[in-house]
């Protein structure tokens, strides 16, 4: 049971760059996040999908969007990547939003020079 | 404006000891108090989670103690083992609404 998978595990872009970060869940879960990790800011809320077919912004949506693809994949998009986006990404999915347990990826660590 | 608030921001202890680590809240809808743990290079993972119609939940080494009234959650853990150095993050949800979690506590257990 792979749980949530996200790829790339590594990424270096240059400033004005895009990509997408990719996330698949196998638990049949309704809800998918996109947190970002930074030393000493903990974990921000990027985007979450409370459902299939569903986005909402969280904390720090600025300079990503997102899409769910259906009910197994999540990706993030940084249409033009800035040096303020090298960090930690990591995607969570939960069975639903909320008070149940959210299982996470291992994680992208995404550089921008 | 930082609705979990977590200290200390790194912790050192000796083994055998007990570690403990607080978080802070405002927002009193939130109904929902997990604790993850994250080694390096992994995704957190759940550790705990208690809801506020208990003041402690203990699981082997592990309790959160919950104050109501004050909005406070801690984390302890007894005998503190070498492999118990991780990063540790608080959380909290109301309803169906995301987590929103601390900054985070890097525990570091010497021998």
Redesign the interface.
């Known amino acids: 049971n792979a749980g949530v998978t996200q790829t790339p595990k590594f990424q270096v872009l240059k400033t004005g760059q895009s990509m997408t970060l990719q996330c698949a869940q196998d638990m049949n879960h309704n809800s998918m996040y996109w947190y970002r990790q930074d030393p000493g800011m903990g974990l921000r809320l990027i985007y979450y999908s409370a459902s299939e077919g569903t986005t909402d912004k969280g904390e720090v949506p600025n300079g990503y969007n997102v899409s769910r693809l259906n009910k197994r994949e999540f990706s993030l998009r940084l249409e033009s990547a800035a040096p303020s986006q090298t960090s930690v990404y990591f995607c969570a999915s939960s069975a639903a939003q909320g008070n149940t347990e959210a299982f996470f990826g291992q994680g992208t660590r995404l550089t921008v020079v | 404006q930082q609705q979990v608030k977590?200290s200390p921001?790194s912790l050192i202890v000796q083994k055998g000891g007990i570690s403990i680590i607080n978080c802070a809240y405002e927002n009193t809808a939130f109904?929902?108090f997990?604790w993850y743990q994250q080694f390096p290079?992994?995704?957190?993972?759940?550790l705990i989670?208690i809801?506020p119609d208990v003041s402690e939940k203990k699981e082997g080494r592990f309790t959160i103690s919950f104050n109501k009234s004050a909005k406070q959650f801690s984390l302890h853990i007894m005998d503190s083992q070498p492999g118990d150095s991780a990063t540790y993050?608080c959380a909290a949800?109301?309803?169906?609404?995301?987590?929103?979690?601390?900054?985070?506590t890097r525990l570091s257990v010497i021998a």
Do not use: I, M, W
């Not at chain 2, 290079?41 to 759940?46: D, I, N, Q, V």
């Open positions: 977590q921001q109904d929902y997990p290079g992994k995704g957190p993972a759940l989670a809801r993050f949800s109301r309803g169906n609404t995301p987590l929103v979690f601390g900054k985070g």
